[in-house]
């Protein structure tokens, strides 16, 4: 007899289950999201939380019935079974059940699951999605249950299906052809892959001579001009933005000498002003990229920042509130009431002045979820300040990002003016160009970030007095690697990832030991990674379906998912269609021969205890010196990363200098601790200079590259230091 189904909800998942006589269940996925409900929608309502997925495939096999369908083999999640038989207990009793996970595919299947174990009918009104956890919203969508969407839990269960498939047939063959225990992962080979190509880059790359040839010239009024040679006969000497057809020091020379021979004639002046408009709201990806650039923040750590903020934090007047929208989106619509809101707070904070007088609307590109809105706050009355004694120090830094970018995107455009400055001496063609802000704009609450630079008018005809040349040597640079959010920007741009897989992808590379951090805190492959990726390219890159390190082809998977989201597509033949070509393409590769790894590089010195030479190797916690007769001789030691700087603690006295090291685990975070651990436990996040502050004595260190040492004591910064402007 089939099992009946009902229409009930539920929550939190304490020991002792709670009862939900005479009450309707709201079942959330977090126990901090089922705090903030239960304060809202008051007693006749019994929220508990399913602590995410409470069913999934098991992590021992593949679990998926390819001669049967591709069924998948689901159980339940390994420590819920207690949770499991209280939810079916509590939901037994409800008048009935509504599902309230996130508002994703993720948080659709998590409730289609919840509806198979609880007896709920997932095609009855049942399912409720918040977006904004705010009184107002939570009534509204208790007021107002849609069915689940089974065609949102078909696209989960599709993309599920294909990174196991992914996952359990590709690793097993890197196993056998590179070494034991690696893995393949779907979206992972494509991030991989980019990190490695572009290293490749950089491998190949040959630095380029050129020079820069500077003119310091004044008009007979005092008005000062620097100019850069860019031109010879009419003919542009710069390729891609750099002179290099200035490119040795015997042509630089050959300007200087014609240059100075010649009158320097003002050929034009011109000035434009241009409006640019404001910045759309933070959508994840973008929140990911600011958080990353302006807070130093990882991907990871912004999304469990935002999850709080969205989850509810007290505030005052209205208890647990959500401070913002959800915040896995790749939507830029934002709702009419919210953005009324943001123009009457313009409108009372800074006069009418910076007000448009039509509201800003934003688009993404290609597709997007736009059931979801943009990421901004759920009450722009709610400033950062107003709120700072209420958050945490990470909160406040993000919700002030938020706040800021959502304020400003509704604001008029900020006017540049551009100036450019022609001028000629010989055959020679000299410019300078500057810009400055002429009206604010949205730049008075988010910032434009450019660096103001007025040209005093020059009249066409009239000649400058040379006052000095200045000829520079140059050298082109090789691509730089990719920064976490950089890496993020180009697999959005390329179409590749979601919302909700954006920060996983960059831990998953390091937790495989594929990628590291370099000295600037870049993603750098490892000898590891670069093998890898070298196999999966050689077998793994065709035109055809299992082209899993091409970003267009992955993108074109992406497509289809959201096809089968928007019932354009099966999700079977989705999946049926991307396996044929992947086991006949496996079934190639498992041709190939073994593919050795990487000789460990010799140092130069020989084991003391063997006499054989010594290498460099890999292991789970980084690099560190070994013996190469390994096994039959087990000498180690650590690599010790002197950075040139004696330790503070110790130095003095013991000599102990100060080396770099890293975390064991994750991201593997660079600290600096003193040579002699552990009879000396100096130890910081932040390099030391080796100097002593002025004012107190303490360590200076060097917080942020680029900018002035501070005391770690007193907090004292030294003035700043100028950076070059290329």
Request: hydrophobic share 35%; with cysteine.
């Given at each position: 007899m089939a099992k009946k189904k009902r229409t009930v909800t539920s929550g939190t998942g304490s020991k002792k289950a709670s009862s939900g006589k005479g009450k309707t269940l709201v079942l959330v996925e977090s126990p901090t999201k089922a705090h903030t409900l239960t304060k809202m929608l008051g007693s006749r309502y019994l929220v508990k939380a399913s602590m995410g997925h409470i069913r999934d495939l098991p992590k021992s096999r593949l679990a998926i019935d390819i001669e049967n369908d591709f069924k998948p083999e689901y159980i339940l999640v390994k420590g819920k079974a207690k949770l499991k038989n209280d939810l079916v207990k509590i939901a037994s009793e409800a008048d009935r059940v509504l599902l309230a996970a996130d508002p994703d595919r993720e948080g659709e299947a998590i409730a289609w699951h919840l509806s198979e174990i609880l007896g709920v009918d997932a095609t009855s009104p049942c399912r409720i999605r918040i977006y904004e956890i705010t009184k107002k919203a939570v009534n509204e969508a208790v007021s107002d249950p849609q069915p689940v969407d089974l065609h949102k839990v078909f696209?989960?269960?599709?993309?599920?299906?294909?990174?196991?498939?992914?996952?359990?047939?590709?690793?097993?063959?890197?196993?056998?052809k590179i070494r034991y225990g690696l893995s393949a992962g779907r979206v992972q080979s494509v991030a991989l892959n980019l990190i490695c190509s572009r290293e490749r880059e950089i491998q190949a790359f040959v630095p380029r001579e050129y020079w820069v040839v500077t003119v310091t010239a004044s008009s007979k009024d005092g008005r000062e001009y620097e100019m850069r040679v860019e031109s010879f006969g009419g003919r542009s000497l710069l390729k891609d933005g750099r002179p290099f057809l200035i490119h040795n020091?015997?042509?630089?020379?050959?300007?200087?000498?014609?240059?100075?021979?010649?009158?320097i004639i003002v050929r034009d002046f011109t000035k434009k002003e241009s409006p640019r408009k404001a910045l759309p709201p933070f959508k994840t990806s973008s929140l990911q990229q600011e958080a990353a650039r302006r807070l130093r923040f990882s991907p990871r750590r912004t999304m469990r920042v935002a999850q709080s903020l969205f989850e509810g934090v007290n505030v005052p007047g209205k208890g647990l509130t959500g401070l913002i929208t959800y915040m896995?989106?790749?939507?830029?619509?934002?709702?009419?009431?919210?953005?009324?809101?943001?123009r009457?707070?313009?409108?009372?904070?800074?006069?009418d002045g910076l007000l448009p007088?039509?509201?800003?609307?934003?688009?993404?590109?290609?597709?997007?979820?736009?059931a979801?809105?943009?990421i901004r706050p759920t009450d722009v009355k709610l400033d950062p300040e107003t709120m700072k004694p209420h958050l945490q120090s990470d909160q406040y830094k993000l919700y002030s990002l938020i706040w800021k970018r959502f304020i400003a995107s509704q604001m008029k455009p900020a006017i540049i003016a551009s100036v450019t400055l022609d001028a000629d001496a010989g055959g020679y063609g000299l410019r300078q160009t500057g810009a400055h802000l002429v009206f604010k704009g949205w730049s008075e609450v988010w910032p434009l970030e450019m660096k103001d630079q007025i040209l005093d008018p020059a009249v066409p005809g009239e000649r400058l007095e040379l006052q000095g040349i200045e000829k520079e040597q140059r050298f082109s640079k090789a691509p730089g690697r990719y920064s976490e959010a950089r890496l993020i920007r180009t697999l959005e741009d390329n179409g590749v990832g979601r919302p909700s897989t954006y920060a996983s992808i960059v831990e998953t590379l390091y937790d495989r030991s594929y990628v590291e951090k370099d000295e600037e805190s870049k993603l750098k492959p490892t000898p590891l990674g670069m093998t890898v990726d070298g196999f999966l390219l050689e077998h793994f890159s065709g035109k055809d379906q299992s082209s899993i390190v091409d970003a267009a082809f992955t993108a074109r998977m992406e497509d289809s998912l959201d096809d089968v989201e928007e019932n354009k597509e099966e999700w079977l033949e989705v999946v049926r269609s991307f396996w044929n070509s992947l086991d006949e393409t496996i079934s190639e590769a498992e041709k190939a021969p073994r593919v050795p790894l990487p000789e460990p590089e010799p140092i130069g010195e020989?084991?003391?205890?063997?006499?054989s030479p010594l290498v460099k190797k890999r292991g789970r916690f980084g690099d560190f010196i070994g013996c190469s007769g390994y096994p039959k001789c087990r000498y180690t030691r650590p690599i010790l990363d002197k950075i040139g700087v004696l330790c503070p603690k110790c130095g003095g006295t013991e000599g102990g200098e100060i080396i770099a090291r890293k975390t064991r685990k994750g991201r593997r975070r660079t600290f600096y601790g003193c040579s002699r651990y552990p009879e000396c436990d100096y130890i910081s996040w932040y390099r030391p200079t080796g100097e002593k502050c002025p004012v107190c004595g303490g360590v200076m260190e060097q917080k942020t590259r680029g900018k002035a040492p501070v005391c770690a004591s007193c907090g004292y910064r030294e003035k700043a230091v100028k950076e070059e402007d290329e």
């Open positions: 696209a989960q269960q599709a993309r599920r299906i294909l990174d196991r498939l992914v996952g359990y047939s590709v690793s097993p063959l890197l196993w056998k020091a015997e042509e630089a020379a050959r300007i200087e000498e014609e240059i100075s021979g010649s009158d896995r989106t790749d939507s830029l619509r934002v709702a009419p009431d919210a953005i009324g809101a943001a009457g707070l313009i409108s009372s904070l800074y006069g007088e039509k509201p800003n609307y934003f688009s993404s590109k290609g597709r997007s979820q736009d979801h809105e943009a020989d084991c003391p205890e063997c006499g």
